[in-house]
């Protein structure tokens, strides 16, 4: 119950019993839209505000999260990818990453942390309650194993690797000892040959 985060636009009678009913959750505060008719302005029930949008621009980053859904193509700017998000997610919706080279849009239901900073073809919009973007994803650690393995799948299917391994240009590499000949005869895959 602690993950549920999500405006209900209930409206109760006076009689129902909402004590705890929200304790622990991150809507608590506002009893996850549940509201009680006498509590509700002249005592009726209106909605509760639809939560509103924040527009961060370009070059600040790629929100990453663990939903990270493209829900699109060729969308034509970050407000209509917003847009779409939202009538897909509601209020699980945090952020998007909209691309201008090829519309791409992205759907995040969290913004733990920050790709593709300075990309000033990215484009992001995030819940209005972000104050702060977080800071730089950390790339994935790697051992003299693991990127052998990871070099391997890069060479094989980048797109691929980079859902396991994150860009290969992220890639966290203080803790291996042995590169020899790790990329000794992969000339076919250098990006932009």
């Not at 070059?59 to 009538?87: F, Y």
């Not at 995030?126 to 070099?151: E, S």
């Not at 000949?181 to 895959?189: E, S």
């Amino acid at each position: 119950a602690s993950a549920f985060d999500q405006d209900l636009g209930w409206c109760v009678d006076d009689d129902v019993e909402l004590g705890n009913a929200f304790s622990g959750t991150p809507c608590a505060s506002t009893s996850c839209g549940v509201v009680q008719k006498a509590l509700s302005p002249a005592g009726t029930c209106a909605p509760t505000p639809a939560p509103t949008s924040k527009y961060w621009g370009n070059g600040n980053g790629w929100c990453m999260s663990g939903l990270d859904e493209e829900i699109g193509r060729g969308v034509s700017d970050a407000n209509a990818c917003w847009t779409m998000c939202e009538d897909e997610y509601g209020s699980g919706l945090v952020a998007i990453d909209w691309s201008a080279a090829d519309g791409e849009c992205y759907c995040q239901n969290d913004c733990q942390c920050m790709e593709d900073l300075q990309d000033a073809g990215t484009y992001l919009v995030t819940r209005d309650y972000i104050a702060a973007l977080p800071d730089k994803c950390p790339g994935y650690a790697m051992t003299d194993d693991t990127i052998r393995t990871a070099v391997a799948a890069w060479t094989s299917d980048a797109t691929a690797a980079m859902d396991t391994y994150g860009h290969i240009s992220t890639w966290e590499t203080e803790g291996v000892t042995d590169m020899s000949r790790l990329f000794c005869v992969r000339q076919d895959w250098m990006e932009g040959d």
